[in-house]
């Protein structure tokens, strides 16, 4: 279908536009008392992920309410965890879950490589969300990277150090790379269903990007992500690895078109480690959406003049935190629509 916004695949491309796109990390949700009241009528985060019908309403929720350039659809990046046999609970204020784990090659043989049948509630989400969207904006599909999914296979849950997934790689490495290339492929295969479903460009979140060392990083997680990038040529490629400032050099190199930075990221730095072909994603701390009103417009025009007009998506640095007043979103979103047409 013909998109009647497709802003943010033009500033992919290097294009020249009207103005910057916007959207927001975890939009969809959360924050917007239409997702909670959608959200208090099920049994749960697992039901909603599960209900195509409700998924797609919640995704284009933020493309009404905001104003956003893109919806992203409805889902988790523990749907692929599940998929290939390691099922999740998501715990009410605490977060996710996993009541088994992967702890030795014995575990890996209780696993398979997901294929996209497995995930078929969100690829029927995308498929309503395009029809009901009529063309208004793109839909992006997206998936953790391979390193952030591992983290949460091993260690069970959240956690501050996520010792017992760093430790799996000194102790057993081989172990570790055979569950990494399982998650890669499960991965592959289910962002490859994504797209036929429908979404027009796809990220990948790496969201304990950070916690590694610049060499395991390259090692155990940028080689997963690289092989995605690889395999996924029918749409542009996003990747966002939260905290890796050292491997910007090296997301430079894989074959992606945006990279995302967080607000610990100098703009100008990174877009010369970047290069000139990158798109770059970000930036604004979640933070500065608890200010008032006008400190909110600064900040937002700072970090315009910093990217400058081309090539850029806005976002925040990380997703938008769920105590956040919807009004300061949406003012986010008009003063990058409003001052980023005025910098051109
Ligand atoms: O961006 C969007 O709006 C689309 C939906 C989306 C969700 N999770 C919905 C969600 C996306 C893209 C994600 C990605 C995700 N999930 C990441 C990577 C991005 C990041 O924030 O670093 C990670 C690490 C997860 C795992 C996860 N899911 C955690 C740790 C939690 C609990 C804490 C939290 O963030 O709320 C979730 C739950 C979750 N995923 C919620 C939503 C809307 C909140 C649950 C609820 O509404 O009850």
Avoid at 296 to 321: C, D, S
């Amino acid at each position: 279908m013909h998109l009647k916004n497709d802003l943010i695949l033009r500033t992919i491309k290097g294009e020249k536009t009207e103005r910057t796109p916007v959207w927001l990390m975890r939009q969809a949700g959360r924050i917007l008392p239409e997702y909670r009241a959608v959200r208090n009528s099920l049994s749960g985060f697992k039901e909603l992920v599960e209900t195509p019908e409700l998924a797609a309403e919640v995704t284009i929720q933020p493309v009404d309410i905001l104003g956003v350039d893109a919806a992203i659809i409805f889902s988790d990046i523990l749907v692929i965890p599940e998929a290939m046999g390691l099922p999740y609970e998501m715990i009410e204020k605490k977060g996710p879950r996993f009541p088994s784990t992967i702890k030795s090659a014995a575990d890996l043989k209780k696993i398979k490589v997901a294929g996209a049948d497995d995930i078929s509630y969100t690829l029927e989400a995308i498929k309503i969300t395009k029809r009901e969207l009529h063309g208004r904006v793109p839909i992006i599909g997206f998936a953790g990277a391979p390193w952030t999914i591992f983290a949460y296979m091993v260690e069970g849950s959240g956690s501050k150090t996520f010792s017992k997934a760093r430790a799996m790689l000194y102790t057993d490495p081989n172990m570790a790379h055979q569950l990494l290339q399982m998650i890669t492929d499960s991965t592959i295969n289910y962002l490859k269903a994504q797209i036929a479903a429908g979404a027009d460009l796809v990220q990948i979140f790496d969201s304990w990007a950070g916690i590694l060392s610049p060499v395991q990083y390259e090692q155990f997680s940028l080689k997963y992500i690289s092989q995605i990038c690889d395999a996924i040529t029918e749409v542009p490629k996003t990747v966002f690895a939260k905290d890796a400032y050292f491997a910007r050099k090296l997301l430079s190199q894989i074959n992606c078109n945006t990279v995302g930075l967080d607000w610990c990221m100098d703009i100008k730095e990174s877009r010369q480690l970047l290069g000139e072909n990158k798109t770059v994603q970000g930036n604004l701390d979640p933070c500065v959406l608890y200010a008032d009103e006008s400190r909110i417009q600064e900040a937002v025009k700072t970090m315009l003049n910093e990217f400058g007009p081309q090539r850029h998506i806005a976002n925040l640095g990380h997703g938008v935190y769920p105590d956040t007043d919807p009004g300061k979103v949406r003012l986010f979103v008009d003063t990058v629509k409003e001052y980023s047409t005025k910098i051109r």
